[in-house]
Structures are given as structure tokens and as C-alpha cells.
């Protein structure tokens, strides 16, 4: 979801702190930079969402760009918190780990409500898959998919090629085929 003709007008309202223009960008965002947090294996993903958009509110005046733009600075922000937040923990990025990302899926998967069951059990499978993956490939398939962003905003928040992160997301989606090919 995007805030499309609306975003000027939303961002301007947010540079001037209205609280339903800040509600629209959050709606339309912590989800997707949720999800990336989320399939990254980031520690405490609310509480680093919370200070991805902390940090928004604080540089929003600095912000020029349209929407897209507008995405790629806020999943910047987002990939730069986590990072900072292993590095507070004296912990390296982890490193795609298929037993280690079962392990981590089975630990989030619980809950006593049917409906709480089913969005884990499907959380699980996706995790599950990605730990077939390199960290690159992974951050590569969540920027692009989840984060719906661009190969070059990708690239930019990555701090790569663009002809590396297509190299990436062709490899993670062969390696996902295959795997989803085993499984059936």
C-alpha cells in the first residue's frame, strides 16, 4: 500500500507534526519495515521499528524526494538501526543458518488463538525457506519483496551494485525453487 497522490500533502502535514499524517506514513510502513526487520533475524523488530521511525520524525525537514524516495530513506534508516542494534549487543549479523532459523521460527511460533496459530505457522514456513538463503540474498529477496522497493534503491541501501543485487535476487529465487520444488 502507498500513499500515492496523497503523499505530498501527507508529507508536508508531517513535517509540520499533524498526528494523522504521521498515522498514514506509520499504516503505510512499520508493516513492510516490520517484515524486513522480521526476516533479517533482528532482536526486539518493534522496538527497532519504533526507533526507525523515531528517527524519521527527528530528519523528516531533511527529506527531499518523492515517494519512492520516501520508501528507500525509511528502509535505509530501518537496515542502519538494526545494524546498530547487533553491534550494541557485540553480536556479528547472523549468518543464514537453516538450523538456526528453525530454531528461532519454532521459539516465535506460539499462541492459544486458532487465528494467532495460523499467521505463525505461515511466519514459520517463510522463515524456514529463508534460511536457505545467504544474508545477502535474504537482505536482497526482503528489500525487494517486502520493502517493495526498486534494484537501485536496493542497491543504495546496501550499499552495492545494481548488477550485484540482480545477481542476488535471481540466485535467492533459483535456490527458493528449488527448495519449494524438494518440499513438494
Known amino acids: 500500500m502507498t500513499l500515492k497522490e496523497q503523499f505530498a500533502s ?32 533482528a532482536p526486539e523488530v518493534e522496538d527497532l521499528v519504533s526507533e526507525t521511525f523515531l528517527s524519521v520524525a527527528r530528519d523528516i525537514h531533511s527529506f527531499c524526494g ?10 535505509t534508516i530501518a537496515h542502519r538501526r538494526m545494524l546498530d ?3 550494541s549487543q557485540g553480536r556479528r549479523v547472523p549468518i543464514a543458518d537453516g538450523e538456526d532459523a528453525q530454531h528461532r521460527a ?3 511460533w506460539r499462541g492459544d488463538v486458532e487465528d494467532e496459530a ?27 519483496v517486502v520493502g517493495d522497493l526498486s534494484v537501485a534503491q536496493t542497491a543504495r541501501i546496501l550499499d552495492t551494485s545494481e548488477g550485484a543485487v540482480r545477481a542476488l535476487q535471481n540466485r535467492a529465487l533459483r535456490e527458493l525453487r528449488k527448495v519449494v520444488g524438494e518440499d513438494a
Request: proline share 1%; charged share 25%.
Open 106 to 108: 519454532e521459539r516465535k
Open 118 to 144: 495460523m499467521n505463525s505457522m505461515s511466519a514459520v514456513e517463510a522463515e524456514a525457506l529463508m534460511g536457505h538463503l545467504t544474508r545477502a540474498q535474504r537482505d536482497v529477496i526482503l528489500l525487494r
Open 66 to 75: 518523492d515517494e519512492s524516495a520516501f520508501r528507500s530513506w525509511v528502509f
Open 85 to 87: 542494534a547487533w553491534r
Open 10 to 41: 501527507t508529507l508536508a502535514a508531517a513535517r509540520t507534526g499533524a498526528p494523522w499524517a504521521w498515522e498514514s506514513i506509520y499504516r503505510d510502513l512499520a508493516g513492510v519495515v516490520g517484515g524486513y526487520l522480521r526476516g533479517r533475524g
